[in-house]
């Protein structure tokens, strides 16, 4: 069983910073991607930002430049550095981790984690 736990997520101050992280844990053989989601509501839920099994990353236009994806792949963990937060990024922040664990493939999502922006 595979398990991603997110932390970081808070209250901020438009223009503030914040960074999430996220680890996955459990019976991983390796990790082909990993990355950021995100839902506001009333709204589906969208990319943030990811990166895939050959290490690139990709950014939604929304959060390019204000938004880095990093990771440590010792610690399975990947994590979102986000600054200059707007209002409109205010939402429940998911991780996803596309794994390849003893049975097969596995796509694992955190249980979400908040994110709010208000002065």
């Known amino acids: 069983q595979v398990q991603l736990v997110e932390s970081g997520g808070g209250l901020v101050q438009p223009g503030g910073s914040l960074r999430l992280s996220c680890a996955a844990s459990?019976?991983?053989?390796?990790?082909?991607?990993m990355g950021w989601y995100r839902q506001a509501p009333g709204k589906q839920r969208e990319l943030v930002a990811t990166?895939?099994?050959?290490?690139?990353?990709t950014y939604a236009g929304a959060v390019k430049d204000r938004f880095t994806i990093s990771r440590d792949n010792a610690k399975n963990t990947v994590y979102l550095q986000m600054n200059s937060l707007k209002p409109e990024d205010m939402a429940v922040y998911y991780c996803n981790a596309q794994l390849r664990i003893p049975i097969g493939r596995a796509d694992s999502w955190g249980q979400g984690i908040q994110v709010t922006v208000s002065s």
């Open positions: 990166f895939n099994s050959g290490g690139s990353t």
């Open positions: 459990g019976n991983i053989i390796s990790i082909y991607g």
